[in-house]
């Protein structure tokens, strides 16, 4: 039992602090339309690959600088508390690029693994299908190997991103007659290949994020398949469990806790009636010990990877219990802002930002988006606790 | 960083684990409720001879020089087995102040004492007001050539009918704020003018009301300074918080696994009740719920033991939310048992009525959250 960190763990967190301080102004959702947030994010990730820090928990020959599980956290959690825009890498470095580097040939790490470490090229994720959620193995896309090539037919939805991104890591049926789970590929998909429809799906912020995304006889090299053919579902769930302490949604849920205990401090005169209210600092304290709970348990899933352990039910915890933190902490903002909770960013009268509008809204989201909450109660119940299937 | 127990710890919690899985079966647990005394003295004596009265006691003074963050994984498994007596009492009520404010004299004449077993301790706090603050201390000691003289009323003293000697909480002045004037006294347990008497709780354990009547004590009786004594009631306070969260650690891991073998083997409608969904959920918002008070009681542990500058903030969050979670976790254990759950035969309504008592202890959540509330400034 021991909680503090290292001398040069905390060098580390200073070093991430301060660059973020200097290269990323704090108020730039402000200033920046969210119609330009994509180009933001893409400069500011190059911005990130010039100092290395893109991958940075990367092995060195790939284009990291080979931190340890520790510094990863902390570069993490100082990313999601200063509100960095990663949008425009996460795929990449935390889905394409690990499985790559597990399953990947010599010639797709040699492909990949550098221009995700640079920043160069934007990753979309095609799992999903419209019947194919949370039970994934459902998934209906066909890729048909026809000689050096598969031909890939079908339909993904709610892919994040897919109309900027460069490349796909997808999942498509290959033998239709073996078992659900037993006949998925996962192949590298170049975005530009001929014959990919995307339509746009806007999300009820009023963002064009996800989309539909259609194929139609596009066709894939061979050498694109990533790992064995038909064992591309043990491989996308082992993708699942790269990283998953889910400190980023804490730590955003600190910063943002901070910034409303701030308002609340300093209320202006005509809300200083509402932030007086006795419950506003019952709940406020409430959320504080949340967030330290959340906290340990993102830490928890570390702690037990750096022990050389396997974390299996920690994960979906942390997952859990931090996306629904967040959701609870934005329904305590918009109550403690009363009316003024609903206000949209840049109207005119909004508080805090619109932050909580916000987050209100997106969490809603993040309860569903990788995994809704009800999925993962169940694999604690039958893979942690060891309960029967129902 | 490393959230888990090192190797000594480990060590620890697996002996502790077989000797009360031994000494402390849910039979002695169920007689004590009805006992008298509230504890085995014999029990008493063996758990001494394992050197866990003098755990944090420095060795020189006959203890083995732990930590606060080892209390902790033994407290853990005394939540398990729900062991009863003054084991708390003694050493976090008892030694610990002494270990803060006594006296080399006092320290030498009771310190060896307690880690050997010799002696039982609690501290006298709380009153009629029920207030864990200073400004619900009103037993007044007046000070009479060489002594003081006691009077007044304590409630809710843990297990003070069984000790030897009582921390006693008294007012000798007033002044600006509460906190000033207040005093600390080793009060012999057995002065002329002290009565107990046993208070009925939920979870049967013993908590007394003990009544001061002109109670005379040698002023070389005084703990720390005159007026002066706050302090060292607020630090025992702190460590007794913890003490009260590992307890509810180990007790709400107990409850959870013991309701997750039942649901694994109930059978109704032809299957084990634990494939149902709405079982399975519980289950698992329950292990969240005993993970995130095992954690957060460590790191509340281990700030109080590296004097960190949030610690205070720690502990308080550790017991809001230890109170909370482990109610939600009995609370499903007694709905997952079904009509069984309700029946007195059956153990898991132990952990239950045990879980309420301390969750009220050293300040439920509500308490612990203002307090939250007042170090964020908000
Ligand atoms: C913001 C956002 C971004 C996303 N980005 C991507 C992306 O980039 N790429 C991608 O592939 N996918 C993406 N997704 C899709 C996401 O993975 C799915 O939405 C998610 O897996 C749920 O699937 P579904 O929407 O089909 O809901 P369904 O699976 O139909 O679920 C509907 C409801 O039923 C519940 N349910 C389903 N099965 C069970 C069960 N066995 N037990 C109990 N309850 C159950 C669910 O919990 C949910 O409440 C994104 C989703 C969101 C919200
Ligand atoms: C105070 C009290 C008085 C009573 N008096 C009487 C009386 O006078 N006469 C009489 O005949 N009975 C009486 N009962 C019994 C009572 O009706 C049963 O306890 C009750 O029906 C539950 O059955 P069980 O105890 O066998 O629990 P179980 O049926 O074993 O249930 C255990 C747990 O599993 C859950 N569960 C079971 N099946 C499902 C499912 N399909 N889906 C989801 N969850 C499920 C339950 O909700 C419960 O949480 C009394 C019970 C109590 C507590």
Redesign the pocket.
Known sequence: MDFRLSPEDEAWRQEVRSWLRQNLPPDWEDRIPEEQGWEFARDFARKLAQKGWVVPHWPKEYGGLGLDLWKQLIYREEMAYHRAPLGYVA?GTDWAGPTIIVYGTEEQKREHLPRIARAEVMW?????E?N?????ANLQTRAVRDGDEYVVNGQ???????HRADWMILLARTDPEAPKHKGISYFLLDMKSPGITIRPLI?MMGNH??NQVFFENVRVPAKNLLGEENRGWYMATTTLNFERSSIGGVAASLALLEELVRFVQDAPPELAYLCRQPRVRNRLADMAVEVQVGRMLSYNVVSIQAQGRVPTYEASIAKLYNTELGLRLARTGISILGLYGQLKPRSKWVRLRGRFERQYLWMT??V????????QR?LIAIRGLGLPRG | MDLGLDEQQEMLRNFARDFLEKECPEQLVREMEEDEKGYSPELWRKMAEQGWMGLIIPEEYGGAGMRITDLVVLLEEFGRFLVPGPFIPTVVLGAYPIMLAGTAQQREQLLPRIASGELIMTMALTEPSAKWDADGVELEARKEGNEYVLNGTKLFVQDAHVTDFMVVVARTGRGATPEEGISLFLVDSRSPGIKFELLRTIASDKQCEVTFENVRVPAGNLLGEEGKGWPIVHKTKLLAAVAACAYLVGLSQQDFDITLNYAKERVQFGRPIGSF?AIQHKLADAVIDVDGARFITYKAAWSLQENEPDAELMVSMAKAWCSEASRRVVAHGQQIHGGIGFTKDYKIQLYFRRQKWMELMWGDADYHRELVAEKLQI
């Open positions: 795929m979309c994720q095609g799992f999903s419209p194919a959620g949370s039970d994934l993904k939805i709610w892919t994040s991103g897919a999300d994020a996800f989201g993040m569903v988006g990788g995994g809704t909450s009800e999925i169940n | 969904q």
